[in-house]
């Protein structure tokens, strides 16, 4: 479709670039400031919400473009709907006009046919499968309601942090967050189907931050939310007025959302405490198409856990779970509240990361409950603490047993919510499938499936029972000597066999 060899426009003059803004409508529109190497799917993205698309031709060399609309009305649309609001691409405002010139002429006028029929049934096709309805172009068929998706989830992404990223591509009205198959999700309502579709042409694929994080972007097929709480899970920008709840995620959902255990869902995150980039190694979107100023971070790495059990917990417990997330530096369990326990992770980073995950779900039979703390650091107990009282408190600053103390460790890549199938790895050659089986069964443990990778026999994949035996499985066995030097490693998997 890029063809700057351009023939005659009305068999006489050569397609004008003009740098004047042209008054009078016309069905060519053209485009000004481009990125030097955008492509025709960037393009027709600004415009495909608008309706059909004739022709296309982009002027690389010059930063420019041409666009033939099927119809005047499409391009007087268009036009109107971007003097408000100009449109950008990789964050780089596009500046949009009519051309002087009524239609367009392209030397391979055929192959450009076919190639925008194509492109255009797909946005149509693409249009209907939202709504399962007739669609001309994308606007009248798809919704203003997004589906958002967050892959690799390394650092927590909060409803604020959706709503700076997506605001920028026009008035976001609500947004509700979950999390269903492991997986943090989000509903996400712009003002019109345009902004919806736009924030997705540029946010689909896209990191929040460097290497993690990944957006995945979809029309949902609901027309609108209906949000009855503003929490830190649901909120309706547009109703201040909406109480707060109880934090039940069933109750402030509005659609018809299947049913969720408590632990599926991440935590309340406290509003206004989001990432800086301070303490984002790398971070911003790369290519930078997102340019996101987040909140000050929480300034304590200090966590509250509480509704322990305290027949079960013990400091090493709490030290390998959240380990999964972070480095532990120390942990005590109240000598007077022994289900209330104090997590000292490294950051406030890795202290949101676990809080994200753990918050609701079940350990030891009890739901237990994960909140920033307001200490800053975990005291050690004086000199004349009693031997109980020394013992609830564990400094755990010089373990071998952290998993993130390299920089640009891999661990960083595979962190995922807890789930009923774990991650194995650092197997000796030496031990086989029924050993492994055996292992987790006489500890009390019922593998549902169990698989090792083709590729490499050194870790394995282990379904138990349940996601609460997972967990306590990976508290029991994570570092267990399996022969004279090596020793296994437990995670949390994305997969299931």
Do not use: W
């Amino acid at each position: 479709m890029n063809n700057s060899n351009l023939s005659t426009v009305d068999g006489t003059d050569r397609l004008c670039v003009s740098e004047r803004a042209q008054c009078v409508p016309s069905q060519v529109l053209h485009l000004r400031q481009l990125p030097a190497d955008v492509s025709e799917q960037e393009v027709l993205a600004l415009a495909l919400p608008f309706g059909r698309v004739s022709k296309l031709i982009t002027l690389k060399a010059k930063n420019q473009g041409f666009l033939e609309m099927a119809s005047e009305e499409a391009a007087v649309t268009m036009v109107n709907y971007y003097t408000s609001a100009p449109p950008t691409i990789r964050n780089q405002p596009i500046f949009i006009q009519y051309s002087t010139h009524r239609e367009l002429k392209t030397d391979n006028l055929t192959n450009q046919r076919m190639a925008l029929h194509a492109i255009n049934a797909a946005a149509v096709h693409s249009g209907n499968m939202a709504s399962g309805g007739e669609g001309r172009g994308l606007a009248p068929s798809q919704s203003p309601v997004l589906r958002i998706i967050v892959e690799n989830l390394f650092y927590p992404v909060t409803l604020e942090v959706l709503q700076q990223i997506f605001s920028k591509f026009g008035s976001v009205l609500k947004i509700i967050t979950f999390t269903r198959n492991n997986q943090f999700q989000a509903l996400l309502q712009f003002s019109d189907t345009v902004h919806a579709h736009h924030a997705k042409a540029s946010l689909d694929g896209q990191n929040i931050y460097n290497g993690c994080c990944t957006l995945r972007i979809d029309f949902s097929k609901l027309s609108a939310l209906n949000v009855k709480y503003n929490n830190d899970k649901s909120r309706d920008f547009t109703r201040a007025d909406l109480p707060t709840g109880e934090l039940d995620p069933a109750a402030a959902f509005g659609v018809a959302l299947p049913p969720y255990g408590a632990a599926a869902f991440p935590p309340t995150f406290h509003q206004h405490t989001g990432l800086s980039m301070a303490a984002v190694p790398g971070s911003l979107v790369s290519p930078p198409r997102v340019s996101l100023q987040v909140a000050p971070p929480a300034v304590h790495s200090v966590l509250l856990v509480s509704n322990l059990n305290p027949e079960s917990v013990t400091p090493h417990c709490l030290f390998i779970l959240f380990g999964v997330y972070g480095d532990v530096q120390r942990v005590k369990i109240l000598f007077n509240k022994k289900e209330n326990a104090l997590v000292q992770m490294s950051d406030a980073t890795q202290a949101q990361l676990a809080m994200s995950h753990l918050n609701g779900q079940r350990l030891h039979g009890n739901v237990i409950r994960v909140m920033l703390s307001k200490h800053p650091v975990v005291q050690l107990p004086r000199g004349g603490a009693g031997q109980e009282e020394q013992a609830l408190t564990r400094d755990f600053s010089g373990s071998a047993l952290h998993r993130f103390k390299k920089p640009g460790s891999k661990n960083f890549n595979n962190i995922f919510p807890p789930s009923a199938t774990l991650h194995l790895s650092n197997i000796p050659s030496s031990v086989s499938e029924d050993e492994l089986k055996d292992l987790f069964s006489s500890a009390g443990f019922t593998v549902k499936a169990f698989k090792f990778f083709q590729k490499d026999r050194k870790m394995a994949l282990m379904q138990l029972a349940s996601v609460e035996e997972a967990i306590e499985a990976l508290i029991a066995l994570h570092d267990h000597q399996l022969d004279h030097n090596q020793h296994l490693r437990v995670s949390f998997s994305k997969s299931t066999i």
